[in-house]
C-alpha cells in the first residue's frame, strides 16, 4: 500500500477508468492479469505461414491503392521478400496512407488468410519496421474504452515493479501446497511470468489456468478468502445473544403438538441444529436450505417458538409482499391459538394500521413480526429481539441483513439470524463463500408428494398445450402460466405476459385468467393471489414474481413460457410450485427459437437436465458449471467479491488446502496472515460481516 496519491491534480479519463476497474493499489496493478497474449517475439516468413495464423510480418510497401469496389478500400501489398501479402483495410485515415506509401518498411500483424488471391489480412495492426522483438509475449489485459491498453500496460508494469510481493506464506504452509511444480513457484515469479510469458510457453497451459503459476495464484487467491471469512467467524464468536431453550410443556412442544402432520426426519434433525445454537449464548449463524417444498417455513416457526417461550421476540422477513403474507397467514394459524400476537409489516400498510402495528412491536405486545423490507426501517423498534429469520436470504443485500441484526442492540447483545433459501448452495461453494456459516440441509420432501412430470415443449405447439389446459381446468386443477423477466426492458416483459394474458382468456372462455407482475399496485396483486388461492381463478399468468414460496396445492400444472431463458435453479423453483397436493402434476417448459427451428444443443442440453433430474442439488450444481456462482450468491446484490482466478469446479484442491491451511496461519502466523488478507482484500472484506 505504498501509493496513497501525494499531489492531486484532477485524475485523468484513464486514471478514472482505473479506479472503476478497481486499480487503484500497486498491489492492484500486479494481480490485474491478462486475458491472453499477443506474440510479437517472432516475425513469420509468408513462406513459412499457415493460413489461419495470427501473425507478425515484415516487409515493404510495394503497391498502395485506394478502390471503391465493391466498397470503399485500402489495398495496401507487403512484399517480404518470400510472398507477398494483401493488408485490406475499410475504414482508415490519410495518415493510414501516408504512414503505407509505396517504399515503406513495414511490420504488421493479424491473421491470415490465404486463397484464391494470395495471403491478405483484414485491419492488421501495423507499425514502422525496425526496433528490437520483445522476447516476451504481449500481454492483451481486461480494460474499458476509456482506457487504452497501452496506458494500462505501463502502469501494471510500474505496478508489478513498486507492489511488495514479499512471501506471505508460512514454509510449513508452502510445504503443503498441492503440486510439486506449483511450490517452486513465488507469488513474484508467478505474476512476472504471467504478465510476461516467454515466447516459448505452452499457450494452453496459461489460456486453461492449469500452468503452475496460476495454480500458486489460485491458492493464494483462495486462502485470502478462507483467512477473511474465518476471521469473520471467530469475531462473531466473540460475540454474546441470549441463550434460548426449550422446556417440557413449552411452546415449542405445542406447537409440535398442534401441526396438522409430522415432522420428516430432516425437518427434526435441522430442528435440533437450530435448537443446539439458540441454546448458546453465542449468536447463531445458521442457513437452512431445502428444496422448494421440502418444509423450511414450519422449522422457522419452530425455531421463533423457543425464542418466544424464552419471552423474546422473533422477527421474520422474506423478499416480496405476497411471500411474507403467506408467511403471516401460515403462522398466524399456527401460533395465535396458542396464545401468540404476529405483527404484520410492509410498505403498502395503511399508516394507520402501520402505527398499530409499530406500536405492538415496541411494546413487545407483539411477539412474532412478519413482513417485507419494512421489518427493518429505522421507525421499526424492538423490545427486545433475539431471533431474525430471513427467507429466501440471497434476495437481500448485505445492508440489509446487518440492518436486522442491529434491530437488536441491547447490552451489546446481538440477534440470533437464521437464514433460509431454497437454492440448495454446493458443497464447495458452501465451503468457500460461507466459511463462517454453519449449514443445516432438509435433504427429504414431505411424504405424499407426487413426482412432477416434465416435458420440453416447442412454442409451435402452442395450440396444443391451451387444449390440455382446458382439460385439467375442466377437472378443477388450476395453471400457472408463467412469462420470463426479460432484465434489459421491463415493458418487454409486460408485453410479453399481456399478450399471452389475452391470448388465453381468447382461448379459454369461461374460465377466469388472471395476470400478476411486479408493477402492478400491490392491493391489485394481492386481490388477484387472493382469487388464485382461493380456487376461482383457473389460470395465472405472471412474470416471475410468483417464483418464491407461494404455496397453493390444487395447482397442478405449470408453464414456463421462453424457458430457455431462465437459470436452471429459477426453473426448478418455478417447478416447485406445482406437485403440492395429491393430483398429478406437470411442469412444461415451452421453448421459442427465433427462426421457429431446433433449439440449440447447450440450450436444449439443459432444458433436459431440467426433464431427467428433480434434485435441486443436482440442478444447483449443473447450473454452477454452466453459469458460475454469483447466480448463488445474489452477488449483485451483496457486492460479494467473487473470485477472480480460482475455479470452485476444478480447483477443489487448492481450496481444501486453503480451508486447512487458514486456522492454522491465524493462530500461527497471525502477522502473516494479515498481510495476505490486506494484499489480495485490501479494503474489500466489509461483506464478510452479514
Ligand atoms: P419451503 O421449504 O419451500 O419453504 P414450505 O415451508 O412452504 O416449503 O412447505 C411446503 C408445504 O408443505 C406447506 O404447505 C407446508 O405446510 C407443508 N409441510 C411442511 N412440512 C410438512 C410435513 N412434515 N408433512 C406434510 N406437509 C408439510
Ligand atoms: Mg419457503
Known amino acids: 500500500m505504498a501509493d496513497a496519491p501525494t499531489a492531486s491534480p484532477p485524475p485523468s479519463p484513464a486514471q ?38 495470427t501473425a507478425q510480418i515484415e516487409g515493404t510497401v510495394v503497391d498502395s491503392e485506394v478502390t471503391f469496389r465493391p466498397r470503399k478500400q485500402l489495398l495496401v501489398k507487403l512484399d517480404d521478400g518470400s510472398d507477398v501479402c494483401t493488408l485490406r483495410f475499410f475504414s ?12 515503406a518498411r513495414i511490420r504488421a500483424r493479424g491473421e491470415l488468410r490465404g486463397g484464391f488471391l494470395g495471403w491478405t489480412m483484414m485491419h492488421p495492426s501495423f507499425r514502422v519496421a525496425g526496433g528490437e522483438l520483445p522476447n516476451a509475449l504481449t500481454p492483451v489485459y481486461p480494460t474499458s474504452a476509456q482506457l487504452p491498453q497501452a496506458y494500462l500496460r505501463k502502469a501494471v508494469l510500474s505496478g508489478l515493479r513498486r507492489a511488495d510481493l514479499s512471501e506471505t506464506l508460512p514454509p510449513d504452509a508452502l ?18 511470468y504471467l504478465h510476461h510469458p516467454t515466447s516459448d510457453v505452452s499457450l494452453a497451459a496459461l489460456e486453461d489456468q492449469s500452468h503452475p503459476a496460476w495454480q500458486r495464484l489460485k491458492a493464494e487467491e483462495l486462502l485470502a478468502q478462507q483467512l477473511s ?48 445454537d439458540l441454546a448458546r449464548a453465542v449468536p447463531m449463524h445458521r442457513l437452512l436450505q431445502g428444496d422448494v417444498g421440502s ?8 425455531a421463533a417458538a423457543i425464542a418466544i417461550d424464552s419471552g423474546w421476540q422473533c422477527a421474520l ?71 431474525a429469520v430471513i427467507d429466501e436470504q440471497h434476495r437481500f443485500g448485505v445492508a440489509q441483513r446487518l440492518a436486522l441484526r442491529e434491530k437488536m442492540s441491547e447490552g451489546g447483545q446481538e440477534p440470533h439470524m437464521l437464514m433460509m433459501s431454497a437454492t440448495p448452495i454446493p458443497r464447495t461453494l458452501a465451503m468457500s463463500y460461507y466459511a463462517d456459516l454453519d449449514v443445516s440441509t432438509i435433504d427429504e420432501l414431505p411424504p405424499g408428494r407426487t413426482p412432477i412430470v416434465t416435458k420440453l415443449l416447442s412454442d409451435s405447439r402452442r395450440d396444443e398445450l391451451i387444449e390440455r389446459i382446458a382439460g385439467q381446468l375442466a377437472q378443477g386443477r388450476q395453471v400457472y402460466w408463467v412469462c420470463p423477466l426479460i432484465e434489459e426492458s421491463e415493458a418487454l416483459d409486460l408485453s410479453n405476459a399481456t399478450a399471452t394474458h389475452a391470448e388465453l382468456s381468447d382461448s379459454l372462455p369461461g374460465v ?42 390444487n395447482a397442478s400444472l405449470m408453464v414456463i413460457e421462453h424457458a430457455e431463458r431462465f437459470g436452471l435453479s429459477q426453473l426448478h423453483q418455478l417447478r416447485g410450485r406445482v406437485g403440492r397436493g395429491a393430483a398429478a402434476s406437470a411442469c412444461v417448459l415451452l421453448y421459442s427459437t427465433p427462426d421457429g427451428g431446433r433449439l440449440g444443443e447447450t440450450a436444449r442440453e439443459r432444458l433436459r437436465a431440467m426433464a431427467d433430474t428433480h434434485d435441486g442439488f443436482e440442478i444447483a450444481r449443473r447450473d454452477l458449471e454452466i453459469r458460475g456462482p454469483g447466480e448463488f450468491l445474489g452477488a449483485r446484490q451483496s457486492g460479494a467479491p467473487l473470485l477472480r482466478f480460482a475455479d470452485l469446479a476444478t480447483d477443489t484442491h487448492l481450496l481444501e488446502w486453503a480451508r486447512a491451511w487458514a486456522p492454522l496461519m491465524l493462530d500461527r502466523h497471525a502477522g502473516l496472515a494479515q498481510r495476505h488478507t ?12 452479514a
Open 16 to 53: 478514472k477508468a482505473m479506479r472503476k476497474l478497481g486499480l487503484v493499489r500497486d498491489i492492484d496493478l500486479a494481480l490485474h492479469l491478462p486475458l491472453r497474449y499477443e506474440d510479437e517475439t517472432r516475425i513469420v516468413r509468408l513462406a513459412d505461414a499457415r493460413e489461419g495464423d
Open 92 to 103: 482508415f485515415y490519410p495518415s493510414h496512407q501516408k504512414a503505407l506509401a509505396v517504399g
Open 175 to 192: 510445504r503443503d501446497l498441492p503440486g510439486r511444480e506449483t511450490r517452486g513457484w513465488t507469488l513474484r515469479d508467478a505474476l512476472q
Open 229 to 276: 471469512q474465518l476471521t469473520a467467524k471467530r469475531a462473531r464468536d466473540a460475540l454474546r445473544a441470549p441463550p434460548l431453550s426449550t422446556r417440557p410443556g413449552g411452546l415449542h412442544e405445542r406447537l409440535l403438538a398442534a401441526l396438522p402432520f409430522a415432522l420428516t426426519g430432516a425437518q427434526r434433525r435441522v430442528g435440533e441444529e437450530i435448537a443446539h
Open 295 to 302: 418444509g423450511k417455513t414450519v422449522v422457522s416457526a419452530l
Open 317 to 387: 422477513m422474506a423478499p416480496t409482499e405476497i411471500l411474507a403474507e403467506q408467511h403471516f397467514a401460515k403462522l398466524v394459524g399456527w401460533l395465535e391459538p396458542l396464545g401468540i400476537t404476529v405483527a404484520w409489516l410492509t410498505g403498502s400498510q395503511k399508516t394507520k394500521q402501520k402505527r398499530e402495528m409499530l406500536a405492538q412491536v415496541e411494546s413487545g405486545a407483539a411477539q412474532l413480526v412478519v413482513g417485507t423490507h419494512a421489518v427493518i426501517q429505522d421507525k421499526v423498534k424492538f423490545k427486545n429481539l433475539a431471533l
Open 512 to 553: 377466469m385468467v388472471g395476470l400478476l407482475h411486479s408493477r402492478m399496485p400491490v392491493a391489485e396483486k394481492k386481490a388477484v393471489m387472493a382469487l388464485f388461492t382461493e380456487g376461482v381463478m383457473g389460470v395465472l399468468v405472471s412474470t416471475t414474481v410468483i417464483e418464491v414460496g407461494v404455496d397453493v396445492p
Open 678 to 689: 490486506e494484499r489480495w482484500l485490501g479494503g474489500k472484506s466489509d461483506y464478510l460481516k
